[in-house]
């Protein structure tokens, strides 16, 4: 299993603390597992604003994107099973 | 090696709201700009701002800039300094006004007038009936603000240095500040950006504490350069904290949790406010309610498997008010703890929100140091804006609206002067190579191999220690002990490496040289805190009750140099009005 690429990983330095931790915790629990369709979906999902994806990922807001719709339950789990420091 | 040289009328560290504003504000004069911002600059911390900007535009309620400038030295236990308090309030209504023509799209009244909010802290009559001084872009304030700013910074045609991390500052012998050195995390090349200006605009350091509701960039990046040129630090023992944070997580559970009727328990089941606050409970002051948490926890009655937390319970609410009054918070609960709150209590301790010092300026954001007898000598070609800068307007505590306040006004002002100082200085000095090789050798270090402990459980360390030894319970005892744990860290940092040495986005060297200055942060902030032998604002001592401004109203200056404290006076008279004296501060 690779490591997401370091450029990926910088990316995933976001302004809020929830997206840090959300992106953060699926880096270390689901982005390995992601085909290059789902890796491409999720560096257009890295394109979105602090905002957006938040609402995205939290579902108050819903994408048409179906690549990236498939990612939200993905990174939703990640969070909650991560074990925090 | 040849090293790239770029040079700029003035160089900007940190694309937040501050550093862009200063940016947009040069740019439109036509000189020469660059930003250097380690992350692409809309994901600056800026974009988590909810709450909104303070002007005394009176558009809900009568108001003035007087009233504004009131509570401001006020709530900053009047520790802020007063001419510079009352140059931000004065202007606050223009900066507004500015973001409009920007394209910020403020909430609006019925009649199309900017709608404002009343928020805690906010008095009409010099603090008598509530204000609403409060301008606000829905909930995201700060995220309108901010991608209005890089738009029009990309209209103007400012130059980004996107993902570049800034190492030090390039100094002459004389003093004169003459750029950065910065690395290309992409490539990893150095570059030597000189400059006639340099502004640092970095922001906090939230990621001092463990538990904070800062972005992890907030690393306290410009605060570390500039401890490292030789300027103090001023007041970095006063830091912010909600005392409802997800414990180990950071974000905040905001007061409605428990001003809908949750309370707050120990290992025992116990409503341990009862005991801190017979009368208030739950809904005591903030203060009273993070110290409360603390001691639960000190004492052994904390929750969890490290019993380092206590529990913030609504079961009792039911599902029905959980669902439909704190549904923000139910949605925030499930997601990063996986916890929801109409089955289990939600874990929690006080969070860091918000540094109230920072680089000392004066109100036209040039950077000050004492210099014999002289508390404020300005150092030629620097300046410092926003969270990263102590200019000082929050004194000893912030109000809520007053920190995007703070930035958009000192940013403008910063970029006023520089402006001046260009016409008056059209060359650019002879770069100093000492200075240059000095900042190489900084990152040249992080290529040494071999044996030596790791980075990241060297900052969980530090953050452990200064959440244990300087949040929200201090004594002196408790902080002694945190300064000699953080000279040990401090050695062993020394000794730390990495054990990716590649040169293409190498982020594991950033995150190391953001550790080092973490750890010079974190050392200011605990010395000053141990220095300062009274509570005022947000520094509570549990030894030193109460204000004493006979001996301590004045403003701390930390230096790296031995870590060592100096003081300089509180500047308590205005510019045009009279001064507001100290008086026990009650709402």
Redesign the interface.
């Known amino acids: 299993m690779s490591l997401p690429?370091?450029?990926t990983?910088?990316?995933c330095?976001?302004?809020?603390?929830?997206n840090?931790?959300?992106l953060?915790a699926f880096l270390e629990y689901g982005y390995d597992e992601l085909d290059q369709e789902g890796r491409d979906a999720f560096d257009r999902l890295l394109g979105y604003?602090?905002?957006l994806l938040l609402d995205l990922?939290?579902g108050r807001q819903q994408t048409v994107d179906a690549g990236i719709a498939r990612l939200v339950p993905l990174i939703?789990a990640a969070?909650?099973?991560r074990t925090?420091? | 090696m040849t090293l790239t040289t770029r040079k700029f009328d003035a160089l900007i560290v940190g694309a937040g709201g501050a550093g862009l504003r200063a940016a947009l504000q040069l740019s439109n004069a036509e000189a020469r700009v660059a930003v250097v911002s380690?992350?692409?600059p809309?994901?600056?911390?800026?974009?988590?701002a909810q709450g909104g900007v303070n002007a005394a535009l009176a558009n809900v309620l009568p108001d003035s800039w007087h009233w504004h400038m009131f509570d401001t030295v006020k709530g900053s236990d009047y520790l802020g300094d007063q001419d510079a308090i009352e140059y931000m309030c004065r202007a606050a209504p223009k900066v507004v006004y500015e973001l409009e023509h920007f394209g910020v799209p403020f909430s609006r009244l019925e009649e199309g007038n900017i709608y404002q909010r009343a928020f805690g802290g906010q008095s009409q009559h010099f603090g008598k009936e509530q204000a609403a001084r409060t301008c606000a872009a829905a909930d995201?304030t700060g995220?309108a603000i901010?991608?209005s700013l890089y738009q029009q910074n990309l209209r103007a045609q400012t130059h980004f240095f996107d993902?570049y991390f800034a190492i030090d500052l390039i100094k002459d012998e004389t003093g004169h500040v003459l750029g950065v050195v910065a690395f290309d995390?992409?490539s990893g090349e150095p570059i030597v950006i000189e400059a006639k200006t340099t502004l640092i605009a970095t922001g906090g350091a939230g990621q001092i504490f463990?538990t904070?509701?800062?972005?992890?960039?907030n690393t306290g990046d410009g605060m570390a350069m500039a401890l490292r040129a030789g300027v103090p630090l001023e007041d970095m023992e006063f830091v912010q904290f909600h005392p409802t944070g997800i414990a180990?997580?950071?974000?905040l559970i905001t007061e409605g949790a428990r001003g809908e009727g949750g309370f707050l328990i120990n290992d025992q089941g116990e409503r341990f406010m009862e005991r801190y606050a017979p009368n208030a409970k739950d809904l005591a002051s903030r203060d009273v309610v993070s110290r409360a948490i603390a001691i639960e926890v000190r004492e052994g009655r904390g929750c969890g498997r490290n019993k380092d937390h206590t529990l913030l319970d609504l079961r009792h609410l039911g599902a029905d008010t959980i669902m439909k009054k704190l549904p923000g918070i139910r949605?925030?609960s499930?997601?990063?703890?996986?916890v929801d709150p109409i089955e289990a209590p939600i874990p929690v301790f006080p969070t860091c929100h918000y540094s109230m010092g920072g680089i000392p300026t004066n109100r036209d954001g040039q950077v000050v140091v004492p210099v014999k007898d002289t508390p404020e000598d300005p150092v030629p070609g620097l300046y410092a804006a926003g969270e990263a800068a102590c200019v000082s307007v929050h004194g000893a505590n912030r109000l809520g609206g007053n920190s995007l306040l703070d930035i958009l006004v000192f940013g403008r002002a910063a970029a006023n002067h520089i402006l001046d100082f260009l016409k008056d200085n059209r060359q650019h000095r002879p770069l100093h190579q000492e200075s240059v090789d000095q900042a190489l050798a900084r990152l040249a270090r992080w290529d040494r191999k071999g044996e030596g402990e790791a980075v990241e459980p060297l900052r969980?360390e530090l953050r452990k220690v200064m959440e244990d030894h300087c949040g929200v319970f201090r004594t002196a005892e408790v902080m002694q002990e945190g300064v000699t744990r953080l000279h040990e860290l401090r050695e062993r940092i020394d000794n730390a490496v990495i054990r990716d040495h590649s040169r293409?986005?190498?982020?594991a060297r950033?995150e190391a040289m953001e550790l080092e200055n973490l750890m010079d942060c974190a050392m200011a902030t605990i010395v000053s805190a141990l220095g300062r032998e009274e509570s005022r604002g947000a520094h509570s001592r549990m030894d030193f009750t109460d204000r004493d401004d006979e001996r301590w109203l004045r403003h701390s200056l930390y230096s790296l140099q031995d870590d060592a404290m100096d003081y300089k006076p509180v500047r308590t008279q205005p510019v045009t009005v009279e001064s507001f004296p100290p008086k026990e501060r009650v709402y």
């Open positions: 690429d370091t450029q990983r910088w990316r330095r976001r302004g809020m603390l929830e840090d931790l959300l953060r604003p602090d905002n990922v939290l939703r969070a909650a099973a925090w420091e | 380690k992350v692409f809309t994901r600056s911390h800026t974009v988590a995201r995220h901010l991608h993902e995390i992409l463990r904070n509701t800062n972005a992890l960039s180990g997580r950071g974000m949605e925030v499930m997601t990063f703890l996986g969980r293409t986005f190498n982020t950033v």
